[in-house]
């Protein structure tokens, strides 16, 4: 993957992102909803998920966003990722890497865009954020 932005821009969007997952988790956790693999074990294998599958979608997610294209554009492809993703949470319930209890694709189709945009927003107020503390 070609790199567009800054490392210290992946940084802190890959964190945002692990932070929004575990926030997630934990309210999804108390009501069983959806885990991966074996519940109430942390395996080897889900730390794969979070910190290698995780971290490296969000960086082709930001990397490749049209960040100087128009609104329509930049919705289109939130709503690509977000198909994209539902689609491979679907194949993960299949291979029975994934688990929904209380969950369902319905659920996750209509959580992405917001997730995805949470993710721009996040990395615009980052930027924000390092332009004002240049500033002082």
Do not use: C
């Not at 395996?43 to 997610?61: D, H, N, Q, R, S």
């Not at 949470?89 to 865009?113: D, I, M, Q, R, T």
């Not at 721009?120 to 500033?135: A, M, P, T, V, Y």
């Amino acid at each position: 993957m070609k790199k567009k932005l800054e490392w210290i821009d992946y940084y802190a969007s890959i964190f945002f992102g692990l932070f929004a997952a575990e926030l997630a988790d934990r309210f999804t956790d108390k009501y069983d909803m959806y885990g991966f693999f074996n519940p109430y074990f942390i395996e080897v294998k889900t730390l794969w998920v979070l910190l290698g599958i995780y971290p490296a979608a969000t960086m082709m997610i930001i990397n490749w966003y049209p960040y100087s294209r128009p609104w329509i554009k930049k919705i289109l492809y939130i709503i690509g990722w977000s198909i994209f993703s539902t689609f491979y949470e679907y194949l993960s319930l299949k291979a029975g890497f994934l688990y929904h209890h209380k969950w369902n694709l319905w659920y996750s189709a209509v959580s992405y865009p917001f997730l995805y945009a949470m993710l721009f927003l996040n990395l615009r107020f980052f930027h924000w954020l390092n332009e004002k503390g240049k500033q002082e």
